[in-house]
């Protein structure tokens, strides 16, 4: 199975500030199509989880240009430009190109 | 508008049985993979299982491997998730999710408690 890796998990950071997270996997996420299957998901507390960004870099309807999302091959990262209250919650990468998808373990975002 | 409704949850003994149903609306059902993913109370997302559009592949975490199965209705839009021989671990809530490679509309879950 492909391991899926996030640093750091927890992440606190000052509103109005940029934030990063990584993203690593033990095997290459290029399908056989040319994508890249890989994908971040936002979870507000008490919420379900939200899809941000699919295939590396596209931004799903709705989500602020705020979010981006960058990588190739196995090393990938999702940047917050400018931190927002509403940012708060936790952010996980998820593989789909091999069969077996896998989620990171997530990174915490939170307000210092 | 995609909307995704998880039901059938509730409590349960270990080594019981549960089925979880997911009732699709506002897209071409029969057109997409269609997944479960579950979370744990506290714990992070662990994808389950998936199936493709006519059914005729399936996947499965290693951990349900044998104890679950997915299946779903096409004339119903419904998605299902047949969970056999539960343990404690199982415990979380259970999302259906539209996709298989990028689940992009998650519904709102329904929990599933393991307990004696």
């Known amino acids: 199975d492909v391991v899926m890796t996030q640093s750091p998990l927890s992440l606190p950071v000052t509103l109005g500030q940029p934030a990063s997270i990584s993203c690593r996997s033990s095997q290459s996420l290029v399908y056989s199509d040319g994508n890249t299957y890989l994908n971040w998901f936002q979870q507000r507390p008490g919420q379900s989880p939200r899809r941000l960004i699919y295939k590396v870099s596209n931004r799903d309807s709705g989500v602020p240009d705020r979010f981006s999302g960058s990588g190739s091959g196995t090393d990938f990262t999702l940047k917050i430009s400018r931190v927002e209250a509403e940012d708060v919650g936790v952010y996980y990468c998820m593989q789909g190109t091999h069969p077996l998808v896998t989620f990171g373990p997530g990174t915490k975002v939170d307000i210092k | 508008e995609v909307q995704l409704v998880e039901s059938g949850g509730g409590l349960v003994q270990p080594g019981g049985s549960l089925r979880l149903s997911c009732a699709a609306s506002?897209?071409?059902?029969?057109?997409?993979?269609m997944s479960w993913v579950r979370q744990a109370p506290g714990k992070g997302l662990e994808w389950v299982a998936n199936i493709k559009q006519d059914g005729s592949e399936k996947y499965y975490v290693d951990s349900v491997k044998g104890r679950f199965t997915i299946s779903r209705d096409n004339a119903k839009n419904s998605l299902y998730l047949q969970m056999n021989s539960l343990r404690a671990e199982d415990t979380a809530v259970y999302y259906c999710?539209?996709?298989?490679?990028?689940?992009?509309?998650w519904g709102q879950g329904t929990l599933v408690t393991v307990s004696s």
């Open positions: 506002g897209f071409t059902f029969s057109s997409y993979w």
């Open positions: 999710a539209r996709d298989r490679r990028s689940q992009g509309y």
